[in-house]
């Protein structure tokens, strides 16, 4: 029997934070139309992908501002991308809805994150004022799911080995790459290059999400244990 708080789950609604991601993706397109993209011409108006800006090693940064493309920060926001990619094929193979809208959210969350990380410091006030940024409210609401999907499942006393189905075998691998992005975001933290204390808050629960959901997935399987 599923918990309340995954009955609750409509496979329609989009958690609260999909609000920012669209005014995100209004605020980006503007920054990427200023940061040299021109419009396409005739039928086809979609921006130009290849600017050429980037030939010189550097990439340009949310709001404002360009850095190296091996700086730590891109590091961070580039390990939440292969987390967003990765997440993605997990969804496309899993059947059940609830967890399908669970796993879309959670790479929408993601989206949030890697628009933080990809602001610089001198611009992060700017950021908080849209209200764009990673918030409690979202910490609590996947530890709260991840509560839920971990009341549903029993595991044992040892390690378990990855790949007892396709689904939980790329979940795990999108844990271990929001585990990445944590390492990278410890080092900018340890440089006093992050505001917000959710964004670590966020990113150690997203990943605990992740390992309860894979698990999840496998519940009506044996565990491949280690020992």
């Given at each position: ?166 689904e939980s075998a790329v979940i795990d691998i999108s844990r271990t ?51």
């Amino acid at each position: 029997m599923l918990p309340a708080t995954l009955k609750a789950v409509n496979v329609n609604m989009r958690w609260p934070s999909f609000s920012f991601f669209k005014n995100f993706v209004k605020t980006l397109h503007f920054r990427i139309y200023n940061d040299g993209m021109k419009e396409g011409k005739g039928k086809n108006r979609n921006p130009v992908i290849t600017t050429k800006n980037g030939d010189d090693g550097t990439t340009g940064m949310f709001l404002g501002g360009r850095v190296l493309k091996n700086d730590e920060r891109v590091e961070a926001f580039g390990a939440i991308d292969e987390a967003i990619s990765s997440l993605g094929f997990a969804r496309s193979l899993i059947s059940d809805l609830k967890i399908k809208a669970i796993v879309e959210n959670l790479q929408r969350d993601l989206f949030i994150v890697g628009a933080e990380l990809a602001t610089l410091k001198i611009n992060w006030s700017k950021l908080a004022e849209t209200g764009q940024i990673v918030s409690e409210s979202m910490v609590l609401k996947i530890e709260e799911l991840q509560e839920s999907l971990y009341a549903c499942i029993e595991l044992p006393k040892s390690f378990i080995v990855p790949g007892d189905s396709q689904e939980s075998a790329v979940i795990d691998i999108s844990r271990t790459l929001i585990r990445k992005a944590e390492r990278k975001l410890i080092i900018l933290i340890k440089n006093n290059e992050v505001e917000n204390p959710n964004l670590l808050r966020y990113l150690n629960r997203a990943s605990d999400l992740a390992f309860v959901l894979a698990r999840y997935l496998d519940k009506n399987k044996p565990y491949n244990k280690l020992h």
